[in-house]
């Protein structure tokens, strides 16, 4: 390998090299971003989950009371719940 040629290529690619543009860009005093009523309706949902309460104690306390007397569930109900779930 001929060390001459490798610095023929490195010449090529530093003349191919991008040229600088000195244009400066200023923001425009009339920039403004507007949200789509899509978007609005997103953030109204977002604030009233956020505000929900995450366990809704009604639902507890009605499912405690149904299982405070205890909870039994026949055999055979649970044969044929298994049986449908695995029959083709």
């Known amino acids: 390998m001929r060390i001459d040629s490798m610095n023929q290529v490195s010449q090529v690619y530093r ?16 920039d403004r971003v507007e949200i789509s009523q899509l978007g609005r309706d997103i953030q109204i949902a977002k604030k009233a989950v956020s505000a929900a309460p995450d366990v809704r104690e009604d639902k507890v306390a009605a499912m405690k009371e149904a299982l405070a007397g205890g909870y039994s569930v026949s055999d055979n109900d649970i044969a044929d719940k298994l049986l449908e779930s695995f029959a083709i």
Do not use: D
């Open 15 to 30: 003349m191919n090299k991008a040229k600088k543009v000195n244009t400066a860009y200023q923001a425009s005093v009339g």
